[in-house]
């Protein structure tokens, strides 16, 4: 499955879409990229040289995700598990640089 939630309620199947760039990133609790959805744009966040693998934290997009998964990211602040940002403790929450609209509302509730 290869969507990315860009409201509370929406959800966008990227199969068949060529502007659907998230197919084709995988996730990192220590990503290089975000998710501006007010563009459906990716963004660094960091310097990423030629040959660098682009990822986005997929809780940043996800406030709950309907197929949780093992992270295998590997990076030193990795959550174990990749359920939603609805799942993550409140020092994984600040870690993360950025987080959708919709999902920071979410977590308000």
Same mark, same amino acid.
């Given at each position: 499955?290869h969507?990315?939630?860009?409201s509370?309620?929406?959800?966008?199947?990227?199969?068949?879409?060529s502007?659907?760039?998230w197919?084709?990133?995988n996730?990192?609790?220590?990503?290089?990229?975000y998710?501006?959805?007010?563009?459906?744009? %990716?963004?660094c966040?960091?310097?990423?040289?030629?040959?660098?693998?682009?990822? %986005?934290?997929y809780c940043t997009?996800e406030?709950?995700?309907?197929?949780? %998964?093992?992270?295998?990211?590997?990076?030193q602040?990795?959550s174990?598990?990749?359920?939603g %940002?609805?799942h993550l403790?409140?020092?994984?929450?600040k870690?993360?640089?950025?987080?959708?609209?919709h999902?920071?509302?979410?977590?308000?509730a």
């Amino acid at each position: 499955m290869h969507t990315i939630a860009t409201s509370a309620s929406t959800n966008v199947d990227g199969v068949g879409k060529s502007d659907a760039i998230w197919i084709y990133m995988n996730h990192s609790c220590t990503p290089n990229a975000y998710v501006d959805l007010s563009a459906m744009e %990716f963004k660094c966040m960091n310097k990423v040289e030629s040959g660098d693998e682009l990822t %986005f934290n997929y809780c940043t997009t996800e406030y709950t995700m309907s197929c949780p %998964f093992t992270c295998i990211c590997g990076t030193q602040s990795c959550s174990g598990q990749v359920q939603g %940002f609805k799942h993550l403790n409140d020092i994984q929450r600040k870690e993360i640089r950025y987080v959708s609209e919709h999902v920071a509302e979410m977590a308000k509730a």
